[in-house]
């Protein structure tokens, strides 16, 4: 008997030509994901199978499994020779801590097998209820746990009770590199979460404003950006000095556009990083309405600086949807830490809600916008996470 680990891939994208690109994409990122660890990786027609670990990192390739984009489940399963005294050697300890109601599932590839695979699950289910009966009842149709018994044609069994959800979505890579403007906020890094699951490389943009906002606050960012970048296997962070050009709007622009502005130049910097650095799109947190700068008037006006298309994963949820994946990804209480964002610094008693493009324009035109960004993208720090 020996351990495995079933690893399941969305079967949507495996139906069309393309099934084979996917599938290796993930199985590179899988590799990827368990680099310093001992295992082998085997293809089962569209499944993998991860074998040959230590029984000391189990516990840790199963982590580090649920946050690879494009596996759907995992299950982690034992391997035996098809013959009816071993599989039930299995099956009975798996059944130790289940209670309620169970059934066995036999899938019988292996038709040499002389028992079929519902005379095998029922002679397999009197087994256990002889052992655990006090515990457990049989249920066919609406079971509480599922024993599920998969005969391969190599005369190898495999046993599993457990499927456990992983992020689903598609490998990494599959749809392109987007660059997410992180903050350090509840939001953008679960935008950035949401984005990966697409199949969507993130590299990161962080406008910091030293000495208004410290290094704590910058530290934070590359705590989150460490959590995301497990997501995206792997993360560029670009932290790009704001000071300068948010001292500039300060000094010469309406007090009330501070936020509009400053968000217009967080996009064309953004948009540039991009560019140079094979971006294709800009991933916001924004949700419309949650806060004057995210009305549709300032989202229009932050948006007409670039043409690259910005995607914004949060626009229609609620506060607390938001904060429910971000409690799921970890991220939540790294982003409620106290700290000050670039947006706290400077910000105007009364923040334009609806700003009006044309005053943007004249009040805009008293910097020079060029040169400022020209400054800011020539001495950006680059971390690699
Ligand atoms: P978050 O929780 O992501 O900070 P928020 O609700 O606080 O979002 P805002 O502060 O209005 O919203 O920011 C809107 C979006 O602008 C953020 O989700 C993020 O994508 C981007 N953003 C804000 N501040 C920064 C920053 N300092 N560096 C990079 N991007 C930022
Ligand atoms: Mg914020």
């Given at each position: 008997m ?10 949507i994208?495996?139906?069309g030509?393309n099934r084979f690109y996917?599938?290796?994409?993930l ?8 680099t310093g660890?001992?295992f082998?990786?085997?293809?089962l027609q569209?499944?993998f199978l991860?074998e040959?670990?230590?029984?000391s990192d189990?516990q840790?390739?199963v ?6 984009c494009g596996?759907?489940?995992i299950?982690?399963?034992?391997v035996?020779d098809s013959d009816?005294q071993?599989?039930?050697?299995c099956?009975?300890?798996?059944c130790?801590n289940?209670f ?5 599932e ?7 097998f002389p028992i079929?695979s ?8 009197g087994?256990?209820l002889s ?6 009842t049989?249920?066919v ?9 998969d005969m391969?044609?190599n005369?190898?069994s495999?046993?599993?009770t ?8 598609m490998?990494?890579g599959?749809s392109?590199h987007?660059?997410?403007m ?6 953008s ?6 984005i990966c ?6 590299s990161s943009?962080?406008f910091?404003s030293?000495?208004?906002?410290g290094?704590?606050a910058?530290?934070?960012v590359v705590?989150l950006g ?15 000095k704001f000071?300068?050009i948010q001292?500039a709007?300060?000094e010469?622009?309406a007090?009330?556009?501070m ?10 910097i953004t948009e ?6 094979g971006?294709?799109?800009i991933?916001?947190g924004e949700?419309?309405?949650q806060?004057a700068?995210?009305?549709v008037?300032?989202i ?9 298309p910005v995607f914004r994963?949060l626009?229609a949820?609620?506060?607390l949807?938001?904060i ?10 790294t982003?409620i ?8 610094v400077f ?9 009006k493009m ?11 916008v ?8 020539s001495d950006?720090?680059i971390i690699h996470?």
């Amino acid at each position: 008997m020996k351990k495995i680990i079933i690893v399941r891939v969305c079967e949507i994208f495996l139906k069309g030509k393309n099934r084979f690109y996917f599938v290796n994409l993930l199985e590179e990122h899988i590799k990827k994901a368990l680099t310093g660890f001992k295992f082998n990786l085997s293809k089962l027609q569209m499944r993998f199978l991860v074998e040959d670990f230590l029984e000391s990192d189990y516990q840790k390739i199963v982590e580090k499994l649920k946050k690879v984009c494009g596996i759907h489940t995992i299950s982690p399963a034992v391997v035996v020779d098809s013959d009816y005294q071993k599989i039930k050697e299995c099956v009975i300890p798996m059944c130790e801590n289940l209670f309620g109601t169970f059934k066995i599932e036999t899938n019988r590839a292996d038709k040499s097998f002389p028992i079929p695979s519902v005379e095998l699950s029922r002679m397999l289910g009197g087994d256990v209820l002889s052992v655990y009966g006090k515990n457990l009842t049989v249920d066919v149709k609406k079971p509480e746990h599922v024993v599920k018994i998969d005969m391969r044609e190599n005369g190898k069994s495999l046993i599993y009770t457990q499927v456990i959800k992983c992020v689903g979505g598609m490998p990494i890579g599959s749809s392109g590199h987007g660059f997410l403007m992180l903050s350090g906020g509840i939001d953008s890094p679960v935008a950035g979460y949401m984005i990966c699951k697409r199949g969507m490389k993130l590299s990161s943009v962080h406008f910091h404003s030293y000495p208004y906002t410290g290094e704590a606050a910058k530290e934070k960012v590359v705590t989150l950006g460490k959590m995301i970048s497990e997501y995206s296997a792997g993360m560029t962070l670009y932290v790009v000095k704001f000071t300068k050009i948010q001292e500039a709007i300060h000094e010469r622009c309406a007090e009330d556009l501070m936020i509009t502005m400053m968000r217009r130049f967080m996009m064309r910097i953004t948009e540039r990083l991009a560019l140079k650095h094979g971006g294709q799109a800009i991933i916001t947190g924004e949700s419309l309405g949650q806060v004057a700068s995210q009305t549709v008037e300032s989202i229009t006006s932050s948006n007409s600086v670039v043409s690259m298309p910005v995607f914004r994963p949060l626009i229609a949820f609620d506060k607390l949807e938001t904060i429910e994946i971000a409690e799921k990804i970890g991220t939540y209480e790294t982003s409620i830490l106290p700290y000050e964002d670039c947006c706290t610094v400077f910000l105007p008693k009364y923040p334009a809600i609806k700003p009006k493009m044309d005053r943007i324009l004249k009040e805009e035109a008293r910097l020079d916008v060029e040169s400022l960004i020209e400054e800011a993208l020539s001495d950006v720090e680059i971390i690699h996470l």
